[in-house]
Nanobody, 122 residues
């Protein structure tokens, strides 16, 4: 059974930082591309970042470029999203997802976690 479990969400002040982690089991993590998406109330799900299986290819949404970083540890089957200089607009439920190759298209991700809430206060 494939499981993706996010952790690290919470409340942060504008300008602050949070680090999200996604622990993966039940699939060959080392050959999977991983992505982070977010979904805010009243808005469509939004791509945030993705990383290829090797870490050689990384893509960020323009809205988070320069503030967020993504990394992965294939030995631990984990992908992290470091979020710095947080803004109230970053408030959303953040979910990690697994795909066969790096992509910004959510429908190409076969497996999803339940998500973790990130709230940024002004």
């Amino acid at each position: 059974q494939v499981q993706l479990v996010e952790s690290g969400g919470g409340l942060a002040q504008a300008g602050g930082s949070l680090r999200l982690s996604c622990a993966v089991s039940g699939l060959t993590f080392s050959t999977s591309a991983m992505g982070w998406f977010r979904h805010a109330p009243g808005k469509e799900r939004e791509f945030v970042a993705c990383i290829s299986w090797s870490g050689a290819s990384i893509i960020f949404a323009d809205s988070v470029k320069g503030r967020f970083t993504i990394s992965r540890d294939n030995a631990k089957s984990r992908v992290d999203l470091q979020m710095n200089s947080l803004k109230p607009d970053d408030t959303a439920v953040y979910s990690c997802a697994a795909a066969g190759s790096v992509t910004t298209t959510p429908t190409l991700y076969a497996y999803w976690g339940q998500g973790t809430q990130v709230t940024v206060s002004s």
